[in-house]
């Protein structure tokens, strides 16, 4: 059965030290920094949640311990979560789906947003190509990219929506503009300077790399990333794999 629960990050410390003697299976919780020869600095962000339904759960979010497994335990929404169409499957919303980088600069942006009094909710993180391909059946409207041709295929894009008085607020455009200049200044791409289709909650980035680069199994290359992510290689090959095992399980999930 799929886990849906909601992973406090004393709880995945608790259970880091408790088992860490595990076999590393794919679902088990596995650290390679136990094998780094230094640890890295530990910058630590505080992000309340907000309200339960909409499934944003990450109270307290450790960038130095948050990369150990727990993928199965991703937090999901399901079609019409945030007052809209988006299909029949559903759609991952934990930050831990994406790539180490561009999730550190998306707490960054709802630290950023949450000083200036705006509240944000996580849409969707990471996406699996069949999740990509039913937006493009959906119509222009939604995507004009295919499977595999979208930046959430690869962990670094994110869609977010502001939060006013416990409801999505899709349509103020002067609240998504702060909201994308803030993003724009952590470098990130913001949706809302396109026109086709026009996409404000939507936020990525690359590093400099195009979507044929990252359909060929390139990722971004990280300056100083021994001493910032000293398991990043690690945690993308896990990331991959649990990108896999993702997709496998959102198909019996959407049949339901
Ligand atoms: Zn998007």
Redesign the pocket.
Known sequence: MWLKSIVSLSGMLLLVSTVSVAQHSLFSPYDCREHAETAPAIEQFTVEAVPDEFNFSLEEFDIATDTVSGWKTWNYVENYAFGKDRGAMPMITDLHALHPIFRDRIVALIESCRLKGIELAIV?TYRTPAKQHEYKTMGKHYTSSGAGK?K?QYGL???IVPIIKNAAVWDNTALWRKIGTAGEKLGMRW?GRWKKPY?P??FEWTGGLTTANLYQGMFPAIPNADDLYPCLTEDLKILRKYWNEWEVEQSSISRK
Do not use: M, Q
Request: negative net charge; aromatic residues 0%.
């Open positions: 969707e979208s959430h894009a994110i869609d949706g996409d909650g939507h």
